[in-house]
């Protein structure tokens, strides 16, 4: 079982920047950043396998910017230029994989609230 513990949310006016961490109690293949907004479906923002192959939505290219440190379990999405479209709830997904079965664990998440 893997907790993970989102922080650095908040309110942010828009062009500015915020840095989410997550800190998972353990280890993981890749762990991802998600965010959703009410009565809408959870869409993926970026992730990390390993310690350096990174993903990232369409929509945060070049502004968001996903990395790990293994050392800590913890991974961070430094967020710039922030427009208010990125106003969400931003939830952490670990990924563990043993035996090749893969377990999806995720945190409470942390909300960002960008406005004009």
């Known amino acids: 079982q893997v907790q993970l513990v989102e922080s650095g949310g908040g309110l942010v006016q828009a062009g500015g920047s915020l840095k989410l961490s997550c800190t998972a109690s353990g280890s993981a293949s890749a762990m991802n950043w998600y965010r959703q907004t009410p009565g809408n479906e959870r869409d993926f923002v970026a992730g990390i396998i390993g310690g350096s192959s990174t993903n990232y939505a369409d929509s945060v290219k070049g502004r968001f910017t996903v990395s790990r440190d293994d050392a800590t379990n913890t991974v961070y999405l430094p967020m710039d230029s922030l427009n208010p479209e990125a106003t969400a709830t931003y939830c952490c997904?670990?990924?563990?994989?043993?035996?090749?079965?893969?377990?999806?664990?995720w945190g409470q998440g942390t909300h960002v609230t960008v406005y004009s």
């Open positions: 997904n670990a990924v563990t994989v043993t035996d090749r079965h893969s377990k999806n664990y």
